[in-house]
């Protein structure tokens, strides 16, 4: 318990005392182990001897923060006995791989559960466990495209827009599989039973567009690019170019609020224009001149402190130093590297950096000691960090 005012010490998270398997991939699979990780969860990270899959220094791969690590050879005749003695101490265990490769291997939902009848097996994948594409490979931008949401992004006349691999690999993949797997638990920690959970990145984002398609059926929303009021075919809803080349972000939807942003921007004669469509060509064509008059760090100085829903646009490096932000501890710094917090926030169970990226097969004795299973030595200890920042 903390006294009023006095904010709870750093913790482990809700999820403390949860373990977690992940075997080693790329993109999904690792951001949703970190979000277990980040609230608090054991989570060992089987690492393959031929390295990361990315070219990435291990050192600055930020979705491997929070987490151990231990080398595996499941192609070794004992390779595929040491995931399972882990397997056996686990609550999850999250793999990424084709449809069948696990089973393929000996470390499938089937032979997992034969140790382990409670564990709940997270399978991580773009088409799915099953279906004409599911054994075909694929990334992100291939698997958003099938389900109509790439191509609700971008400008009328131009290709869709790429939303990098967010929309996704981590919303409608990572997201999904983290939820799945933390319901599956609730019901194993219920009934003793565990089960597969089949998180598909085509069906998590197909999922992500529920609203879109009740408009859509609804005769509210047309189904072509920056044609509707939020795909950037509202001009009160979109970015804009400022005179150094920046951006500013709209969202004023609301009347009032539409109508403190035309104020501020000085346009005050085209209030009655949100309402009429044969204006909105006019009012795109007053607002981009209007933005075009001054930088970007002069309009944000005028829409600083009002209700018109307008932002800068920042990039990546100055986002951290965003006064709001800042305030928030919305980015931190931890082994000289600046990155996202831990999100979202814990009244009881704070969150917190508490390790570095983990380095391959560093945390190899550390596990076996606390999972209780037998320690292995290195192949070549110098290649174990043991400083995880």
């Known amino acids: 318990m903390t006294t009023a005012g006095t904010p709870p010490a750093p913790g482990n998270g809700p999820l403390s005392g949860v373990r977690v398997v992940e075997l080693a991939g790329i993109g999904p699979g690792p951001f949703a182990a970190m979000l277990l990780a980040d ?4 989570v060992v990270r089987v690492d393959r001897p031929d390295g990361p899959g990315l070219a990435i220094d291990p050192a600055h791969d930020v979705t491997n923060r929070n987490k151990r690590s231990v080398v595996v050879d499941l192609k070794a005749s004992d390779g595929p006995a040491r995931v399972l003695d882990l397997a056996e101490r686990a609550d999850i265990l999250v793999e990424g791989y084709r449809p069948g490769v696990a ?5 499938g939902p089937g032979d997992c559960h034969a140790r382990n009848p409670r564990l709940v ?11 004409p594409l599911a054994r075909r ?17 971008g400008r009328a006349d131009e290709p869709p827009a790429v939303p990098a691999n967010l929309l996704g690999d981590y919303a409608g993949g990572s997201l999904y ?3 799945g797997v933390l319901a599956a638990l609730h019901h194993a920690r219920a009934t003793g039973t565990g089960q597969v959970v089949d998180a598909a990145i085509v069906d998590g984002t197909a999922h992500l567009s529920s609203m879109i398609h009740g408009m859509l059926a609804a005769g509210g929303w047309q189904d072509r690019r920056a044609a509707n009021l939020l795909d950037g075919g509202c001009p009160y809803y979109g970015t804009y170019e400022t005179a150094d080349g920046r951006h500013m972000a709209v969202g004023a939807l609301e009347a009032k609020f539409y109508a403190e942003f035309l ?5 005050d004669d085209l209030v009655p224009a949100r309402t009429d469509w044969t204006r909105w060509g006019e009012l795109r064509e ?8 001054r ?12 209700d018109a829903c307008v932002a800068p646009v920042l990039s990546l490096r100055e986002a951290p130093h965003h006064p709001h932000l800042a305030a928030r501890g919305t980015f931190t710094e931890h082994g000289g590297i600046t990155q996202p917090a831990p999100a979202p926030r814990f009244s009881a169970t704070p969150t917190a950096v508490r390790t570095g990226p983990a380095r391959p097969g560093a945390d190899t004795a550390s596990v076996a000691r606390d999972w209780g299973i037998p320690a292995r030595p290195a192949d070549d200890p110098d290649d174990l960090v043991t400083d995880r920042g």
């Open 177 to 179: 599989l983290v939820v």
């Open 103 to 107: 089973e393929r291997l000996g470390i």
């Open 121 to 131: 097996y997270g399978r991580m994948t773009g088409w799915g466990q099953d279906g």
């Open 137 to 153: 490979a694929g990334h992100d931008i291939a698997y958003i495209a099938l389900t109509g949401t790439l191509g609700m992004i």
């Open 286 to 293: 007053r607002i981009t001149a209007a933005f075009a008059s």
């Open 263 to 267: 104020h501020l921007l000085g346009l």
């Open 39 to 42: 609230l608090g969860a054991d």
């Open 295 to 306: 930088t970007r760090d002069e309009w944000t100085a005028v829409f600083e402190g009002s």
